[in-house]
């Protein structure tokens, strides 16, 4: 199951692309059906994006501690499952902060374009006033802070192929927002970090 995952987390990259080539698409299809398949592809590789991310988290694979204690939490859902008091401590934290960026990201967009990839406007204020991808720095946190959560090792090992995969659709998307946007998309590029947050606004 993890392997299959991670096979079908990259294999979501070719769709997040053509969902992202609305003049491409809408110059060869029409702009009707452009528009449509956009939104297809964009549906797609969006919700493939975080359920093969899930599956990478929940798949069968060896644990890990940090250090190995043995102190730990039971909690029964459907089955006895135990995690480990540290990592509890370390990973809602990082699992918190993920989410809120994800959280605030997607408000901010709108849950629309979250999906179908197809802004309307260059968002520079919020939370995109400090980072130009919120969500994709929150996915990363929020599976990191999951995979410590669960003692995941192969999740967390995984972690630079994921850090590799977002990078390319961050890089996808502002190539074709520069082609949409032109030198608006541009200033913004240069005045906000693509990944990592800046702390303080420039004055």
Request: proline fraction near 5%; charged fraction near 15%; charge should be positive.
């Amino acid at each position: 199951m993890f392997l299959t995952s991670v096979i079908g987390l990259i294999s979501i990259i070719p769709f997040y692309f053509w969902s992202l080539e609305h003049i491409k698409l809408q110059d060869r299809y029409g702009q009707q059906k452009g528009k449509k398949l956009t939104t297809i592809f964009g549906l797609i590789s969006g919700w493939g994006f975080f359920l093969f991310l899930f599956g990478i988290w929940i798949s069968p694979q060896p644990k890990f501690t940090i250090p190995k204690i043995s102190a730990s939490l039971d909690f029964i859902l459907f089955f006895s499952f135990s995690i480990s008091v540290l990592h509890l401590i370390i990973s809602i934290p990082i699992i918190f902060i993920g989410a809120w960026f994800g959280i605030v990201g997607v408000k901010e967009t709108t849950l629309k374009v979250a999906e179908t990839h197809r802004p309307e406007e260059v968002i520079s204020n919020g939370i995109y006033s400090r980072i130009r991808h919120p969500q994709y720095f929150g996915a990363i946190l929020s599976h990191i802070g999951i995979s410590i959560l669960l003692s995941s090792l192969y999740s967390i090992l995984a972690t630079p192929i994921i850090m590799l995969i977002v990078y390319l659709l961050s890089w996808k998307e502002e190539k074709e927002l520069l082609k949409e946007f032109g030198k608006k998309f541009e200033n913004y590029k240069n005045s906000v970090p693509m990944l990592i947050p800046k702390l303080r606004k420039r004055r």
